[in-house]
């Protein structure tokens, strides 16, 4: 069973540096793509960043572009996003998707739009303040 599930994030105040992390189970994640995604209050989740499996390029949202990085960490099936330079604006919730029964499941081609099979997990808060 594919399980997905956050950590990290906090409070910082503008212009400071986050990290959260996304430890994956049930499958490897190394011939995945996976993704963060985020929801401000109010507002319908977005993309940031992808990083496709088997060591496939990752894509940024522009929003994400020159502030946010996206790695992982196959042998310990965990996936990452660093962000610099954060904004009040990046404010959410943030959550990492997989999508296991997409064909491209091993791609970005998705990103960043999800399926209604996607697998999500439950999110971690990330805080800026002014």
């Known amino acids: 069973q594919v399980q997905l599930v956050e950590s990290g994030g906090g409070s910082v105040q503008s212009g400071g540096s986050l990290s959260v992390s996304c430890a994956a189970s049930g499958f490897p994640l190394e011939h995945y793509a996976i993704a963060w995604f985020r929801q401000a209050p109010g507002r319908e989740r977005e993309g940031v960043a992808c990083s496709a499996g088997s060591n496939g390029p990752t894509q940024y949202t522009e929003s994400a572009k020159g502030r946010f990085t996206i790695s992982r960490d196959n042998g310990k099936n965990t996936a990452s996003l660093e962000m610099n330079g954060l904004k009040p604006e990046d404010t959410g919730v943030y959550f990492c998707?997989?999508?296991?029964?997409?064909?491209?499941?091993?791609?970005?081609?998705?990103?960043?739009?999800?399926?209604?099979?996607?697998?999500w997990g439950r999110g971690t808060q990330v805080t800026v303040s002014s």
């Open positions: 998707v997989v999508e296991p029964e997409n064909d491209y499941y091993y791609s970005c081609s998705w990103f960043p739009r999800t399926s209604h099979t996607a697998s």
